[in-house]
């Protein structure tokens, strides 16, 4: 049986509330270090497409920015487990942690950049020119045996 989310409808204690209250909460965001990067993320506005480019010369060519990573970069692009009640028998679902030449949702990973500082670093990801073929959505989990095809999973030519 796969395992019910005991969180929604229960009462859940927070003990974070009160340095909170009181001016002394840590954020990531306030973090500074010598040589730091910072890393947006470039996603898909597309929900299912092929892509057929994604060109970062112009990301490059600004100089806070370090580096472009995408999928071509990773070469194998490692997979990772559904983050919601993940079962046995879901491993055949394991998603990308960036999409290679398939977007399957929007919002999905497309690339990451690196640069000096936040908002240059999201200039880079402004700048990159990314080129996506529109597929139609498969909106359901009876689409293949509609005949449409879902592509999540390995070992099928028309799935990454």
């Known amino acids: 049986m796969i395992g019910t ?12 509330d ?15 270090r010598e040589s730091m990067l910072h890393a947006p993320i ?10 057929a480019a994604v060109d970062a010369g112009a990301a490059l060519a600004i100089a806070a920015v370090r580096a472009v990573i995408t999928a071509k970069e990773l070469g194998a692009v490692p997979r ?18 960036i999409a290679a030449d398939r977007r399957r949702y929007v919002g999905e990973p497309v690339a990451v950049v690196l640069g000096d500082s936040p908002a240059l670093a999201e200039d880079g990801v402004g700048a990159i020119d990314l ?13 293949p ?3 449409e095809t879902l592509l999540f999973g390995p070992g ?5």
């Open 80 to 97: 990772m487990p559904l983050r919601l009640l993940p079962s046995p028998g879901t491993e055949r679902f394991l998603q990308p942690v």
């Open 145 to 147: 045996r509609r005949g």
């Open 18 to 32: 009160l340095r909170f209250l009181r001016g002394r909460g840590q954020f990531v965001g306030d973090l500074k």
């Open 131 to 143: 080129d996506i073929k529109e597929l139609p959505p498969v909106p359901d989990r009876h689409a």
């Open 5 to 16: 989310n005991r969180y929604i409808g229960s009462p859940v204690e927070r003990i974070e």
């Open 42 to 51: 470039l996603r898909s506005p597309v929900a299912h497409g092929l892509v």
């Open 156 to 160: 099928r030519p028309d799935r990454e």
